[in-house]
């Protein structure tokens, strides 16, 4: 009997010690896709906050022609979402060095070209882009019109991935 | 003479075997409301909130139980940690008032149901089935109350609007709840504490033979 009321302590001191968690941020492949989206939520919660993780660069142009270069990995149009609208979801990337160019941007193949980025949110601000969307040709459809959230991301440090096989360029929940 | 007290002292024995296989008995429906109540926990495992998908037949985003819970207990609902907290920072973005309230009622319920487990755990042990059996029978009926009010407010989530704003109105989404499970059991708990109470009142302890007093002679 002792031990069954021990058992149920342990149980509850569990589920309070669920409540503590680590400061660092480390988005991996199967924490990718919802940490970003949980950061685009929730900027305010992450500023600060040290941030790393494996992306391709990708140069996004708005419908003003302004380009960002940022590090992003496509994904679904929503999270769980297996709906065959595709997007992209990244941070736009702010760095004193030179950040790698992209690589078959609009080609959908892991050939990309992959950091590891670490650093920080530079704001809680978000940056609403208006961009033009691909057609089913992969080309830029001008009549369509899309619009994407992106937080900014200070990089401390990046350095390029040779071989990225680990790492897939489509990530879902 | 010697006859009357052999059959008094057997009769005696065999009440008390009966006596005590009662008590077995009745201990058994104590065990019972506490595999209910471990039950009931473990019922809070399952999917307490979820958008499902028909056309892709899983669910896009859920929490457990268990999740609720940690969030309810931390005050945390903006983690990424899908391990602990499940996809409660989606359903906090989308449908705030709805899942902090489905967390309190989480917290609350598990607490209940650590304490009833507790209630039954010591009626066990100290073999006092009669109070306990009262008390059994006033936690089974708030969890049912509670389990009921969050299998409510689970199902409430799809007048949250966030089937607007994070599925855009797909027809084949929906907000679906497991929450309905620990609520048919908790109603089934109800029996196991009632139907002791019931065999309990059934039950006497054998009665000590009277003892034959002696007839006082009349004084002459």
Same mark, same amino acid.
């Given at each position: 009997m002792k031990k069954l009321l021990v058992a149920l302590l342990l149980l509850c001191v569990c589920?309070?010690?669920?409540?503590?968690?680590?400061? $660092?941020?480390?988005?991996?492949?199967?924490?990718?896709?919802? *940490?970003? /989206?949980t950061i685009q939520m929730y900027?305010?919660?992450?500023?600060?906050?040290?941030?790393?993780?494996?992306?391709?660069?990708?140069?996004?142009?708005?419908?003003?022609g302004n380009e960002y270069l940022c590090g992003v990995r496509k994904c679904s149009a929503g999270y769980g979402c297996k709906c065959g609208k595709d997007s992209i979801i990244g941070f736009i990337l702010e760095?004193?060095?030179?950040?790698?160019?992209?690589?078959?941007?609009?080609? $959908?193949?892991?050939?990309?070209?992959?950091?590891?980025?670490? *650093?920080? /949110?530079?704001?809680?601000d978000v940056t609403e882009l208006e961009i033009f969307a691909y057609d089913e040709n992969g080309q830029i459809d001008t009549s369509w019109r899309e619009y994407v959230v992106f937080c900014t991301f200070a990089v401390s440090s990046l350095s390029r991935i040779e071989d990225a096989s680990g790492l897939a360029y489509y990530v879902t929940k | 003479m010697a006859n009357k007290k052999y059959m008094?002292?057997?009769?005696?024995?065999e009440q008390e075997k009966a006596y005590e296989k009662k008590r077995k008995m009745l201990r058994l429906f104590s065990l019972a409301a506490l595999m209910f109540t471990v039950i009931l926990l473990l019922?809070?495992?399952?999917?307490?909130?979820?958008?499902?998908?028909?056309?892709?037949?899983?669910?896009?985003?859920?929490?457990?139980?268990?999740?609720?819970?940690?969030?309810?207990?931390?005050?945390?609902?903006?983690s990424m940690d899908t391990g602990?907290?499940?996809?409660?920072?989606?359903?906090?973005?989308?449908?705030?008032?709805?899942?902090?309230?489905?967390?309190?009622?989480?917290?609350?319920?598990?607490?209940?149901?650590?304490?009833?487990?507790?209630?039954?755990?010591?009626?066990l042990i100290t073999n006092k089935q009669g109070v306990f059996n009262i008390v059994s029978i006033a936690f089974a009926l708030a969890e049912t109350a509670l389990f009921?009010?969050?299998y409510a407010v689970a199902l409430s989530i799809n007048d949250s609007g966030i089937l607007t704003t994070y599925c855009n109105d797909n027809p084949a989404c929906s907000v679906q709840s497991h929450?309905?499970?620990?609520?048919?059991?908790?109603?089934?708990?109800?029996?196991?504490?009632?139907?002791?109470?019931?065999?309990?009142?059934?039950?006497?302890?054998?009665?000590?033979?009277?003892?034959?007093?002696?007839?006082?002679?009349?004084r002459k």
């Open positions: 589920v309070t010690a669920f409540a503590c968690g680590g400061k $660092d941020v480390v988005l991996t492949e199967e924490t990718f896709f919802y *940490g970003m /989206l900027p305010d919660e992450y500023v600060g906050k040290k941030i790393s993780f494996d992306c391709f660069t990708y140069r996004l142009t708005d419908t003003d760095y004193d060095g030179e950040i790698p160019e992209p690589k078959n941007q609009s080609v $959908d193949t892991n050939d990309k070209t992959w950091i590891h980025v670490e *650093g920080k /949110l530079a704001t809680a | 008094e002292a057997k009769i005696k024995m019922f809070m495992l399952s999917n307490w909130a979820g958008i499902f998908n028909t056309d892709i037949e899983d669910y896009e985003i859920k929490v457990s139980g268990y999740n609720c819970v940690s969030a309810g207990l931390s005050g945390d609902y903006t602990r907290f499940g996809n409660i920072a989606v359903f906090n973005y989308h449908a705030e008032a709805y899942i902090t309230k489905l967390a309190t009622l989480s917290a609350a319920v598990m607490f209940v149901v650590i304490v009833h487990l507790l209630v039954n755990l010591f009626g009921i009010a969050c929450a309905i499970l620990p609520v048919l059991f908790a109603i089934l708990s109800f029996a196991a504490p009632i139907l002791a109470m019931i065999y309990s009142k059934k039950i006497t302890p054998p009665q000590e033979p009277q003892q034959e007093v002696p007839k006082s002679g009349k």
